[in-house]
């Protein structure tokens, strides 16, 4: 296995490089709903779309999901993960927690914001729990859900494409598996949407891929408008 070393903290980290037969099952445990960083908890606005009445049927829900995918996670989601992934193998610090910062910031509102630190503090907790020598690397500096996603898939050689896949998936199933519980929705129904969705993943991860800098950023008003009012809905069943 070719590694190389991350000086962090005064710290130096081996790196796995993108060659590891363990890659892909390591993904597949990334992506896990049962990942312990509290995922199935957020619906990232949806419920609130879905008491006023934006989100009614199957329908309605691809069409909120797609709109994302084409928009957020085109735009801003992928081209930082893939920025950071190379900041990990590159040793880069700096850039690090330049897209950190950037991450933060276009989180619109303030539970988006907390979901993202709540996300980031419980996926290191659990990269720490399987590989107790990548300690070092937790820092105050880096507070995204996806800086220690890319850490993890570049210590355990996951490649850059599997790593974007992995990142979509684990989106859209998520929040799928949410609104069908809201809505509510049949099961079949949810396994359609992410069934036809997906589709769209690789011409989306390779959009991302070619995206330069001045490309990255996203907004997407309706996510920010719902989630800002599910912030004071009455009653709800998600964080966010």
């Keep these: 296995m070719v590694s190389i070393s991350l000086l962090h ?17 390591r993904l597949f445990q990334l992506n896990r709903p049962a990942l312990p960083i509290g995922g199935y908890t957020y619906s990232q606005g ?3 779309a879905v008491e006023q009445g934006w989100i009614k049927t199957e329908q309605d829900l691809q069409d909120w999901l797609a709109g994302l995918l084409e928009t957020s996670q085109l735009y801003l989601e992928l081209p930082l993960l893939i ?11 700096d850039g690090l927690t330049h897209w950190n910062g950037y991450l933060l910031a276009s989180r619109e509102t303030a539970e988006l914001r907390q979901e993202e630190l709540n996300r980031a ?3 290191a907790q659990v990269i720490v729990s399987l590989q107790a020598d990548a300690a070092p690397f937790k820092s105050q500096l880096i507070q995204s859900q996806h800086a220690y996603f890319s850490f993890a ?71 920010a408008i719902a989630s800002s ?3 004071t809905q009455y009653t709800r069943l998600f964080r966010s």
């Design 153 to 223: 898939c570049t210590q355990w050689g996951v490649s850059l494409e599997q790593a974007c896949y992995g990142l979509l998936w684990s989106w859209l199933e998520n929040l799928t598996l949410s609104a069908i519980k809201i809505i509510p929705l049949g099961q079949t129904a949810g396994q359609q949407i992410i069934f036809k969705l997906s589709e769209k993943f690789p011409q989306i991860i390779d959009q991302a891929l070619t995206l330069q800098d001045d490309d990255i950023g996203a907004s997407s008003m309706a996510l």
């Design 229 to 231: 009012r599910h912030e």
């Design 121 to 123: 503090r419980a996926f």
């Design 83 to 93: 920025r950071m992934m190379q900041a990990w193998q590159s040793q880069d610090l």
């Design 9 to 25: 903290m005064n710290t130096r980290i081996a790196i796995s490089m993108p060659d590891s037969p363990l890659a892909l099952a």
């Design 46 to 48: 949806i419920e609130w």
